[in-house]
């Protein structure tokens, strides 16, 4: 790690996480890829986790944000200060294997088309058991761990994917800094696909590196704020990076959509109706922000809407959100199936890239008169 201009720059945020920092630092820093700098970003955190690194880490740069800026904006605090040719994103409940970072880096440093890599993330308290092996990326915006308890032998293929998993990617920089990286409107949750999206759009090829292996200390849970944060910027995604054309051809999709994802609000209780709910509340306050934003990634779009879709899944794996093993099967036969039409129907209909400006113009037009 000693010298300057080293390749990579790992940027690690941190809110409140000085017991994790003890093992994932150290990990880190024995890494057999050793040319690189670690950028620690401190989002205002209470624990003491800021005088930790300092005290026992001097040659870590440390970002102190001043307040808890959100996962999106303390990261971009990071790679404001990133001097890598390369951006790795690392969570900070994050134990590496050794070789993680070399097997990371190493495509990005042979094929200059590949925009970024993802790492194959398994489960810390359940080594043998994957949290997600990238992640899946459905056509309507939901997102979903790729692989979750299989077994750790599984998923082995080295393979382009439709999005990284933020727990652990890496990108080039001068991508991240083509599409301004991460949006911080999204605070919390699904910033990776949104990323991934636009590393897409832009023309980036996204790989999946079974040989970088890290141990995340994951629990797959949903609270009535994840909810609302779910919701929201998964609006956010779809009104960001689709033409107006293809936001109408799938405004089906969108439809079954709202039944699956209202159904599972009611289901866990009025908290979770009254999270939903405030999404579609912050998105119309919000509106005209989106359209300055859909602006510049439509602009930044250098492939077809036709083309996005080949990246994109259609099942949705319900047996990650309904316990019951009967039930998500009959679900998943049922919803799934529709999805899959949906979606056969519309790689049919080419969308041009040429159209993308006129339609964001069409978009602000009807937004004006409403």
Not at 153 to 171: M, R, T
Not at 265 to 276: C, E, H, R
Request: proline share 4%; with cysteine.
């Amino acid at each position: 790690m000693s010298g300057k201009n080293k390749s990579v720059s790992i940027v690690i945020l941190s809110y409140n996480s000085k017991e994790n920092l003890k093992e994932c630092i150290p990990s880190l820093i024995s890494q057999t890829y050793q040319d690189f700098e670690i950028i620690f970003v401190d989002n205002a955190s209470t624990d003491g986790s800021e005088e930790f690194i300092r005290a026992n880490y001097p040659e870590i740069k440390v970002v102190q944000t001043g307040k808890n800026l959100g996962y999106p904006a303390g990261n971009n605090a990071g790679f404001e200060v990133a001097e890598g040719e390369y951006i790795v994103v690392v969570n900070p409940d994050t134990v590496a294997d050794p070789k993680w970072l070399a097997e990371l880096v190493k495509p990005l440093e042979n094929d200059p088309t590949i925009a970024a890599t993802t790492s194959k993330v398994l489960i810390y308290y359940q080594k043998d058991k994957i949290n997600t092996c990238a992640n899946t990326a459905h056509y309507t915006g939901l997102t979903f761990c790729r692989g979750l308890n299989k077994s750790a032998s599984e998923l082995n293929n080295y393979q382009p994917v439709g999005a990284v998993s933020g727990c652990s990617f890496a990108i080039r920089s001068d991508m991240l800094k083509n599409i301004n990286g991460f949006d911080s409107d999204f605070f919390l949750y699904q910033e990776d696909a949104d990323l991934s999206w636009r590393i897409r759009f832009a023309g980036g090829k996204i790989m999946y590196v079974p040989e970088s292996i890290i141990y995340h200390k994951f629990k797959l849970s949903i609270s009535p704020q994840k909810e609302f944060y779910l919701e929201r910027n998964r609006y956010l995604i779809l009104l960001k990076n689709f033409s107006l054309n293809t936001l109408i051809l799938l405004l089906p999709a969108f439809i079954v959509t709202e039944i699956v994802t209202m159904s599972h609000a009611i289901l866990n209780g009025p908290k979770y109706v009254k999270s939903k709910i405030l999404a579609y509340f912050w998105i119309i306050q919000n509106f005209k922000e989106i359209l300055t934003k859909r602006r510049e990634t439509l602009s930044k779009k250098r492939i077809s809407d036709k083309e996005f879709f080949g990246f994109l899944d259609w099942k949705i794996p319900f047996d990650q959100v309904i316990e019951n093993s009967i039930l998500s099967r009959t679900v998943a036969a049922l919803f799934n199936s529709f999805y899959e039409l949906n979606m056969n129907l519309i790689r049919k209909i080419d969308v041009s890239i040429k159209d993308t400006k006129n339609q964001s113009n069409n978009l602000d037009f009807e937004a004006s008169n409403t």
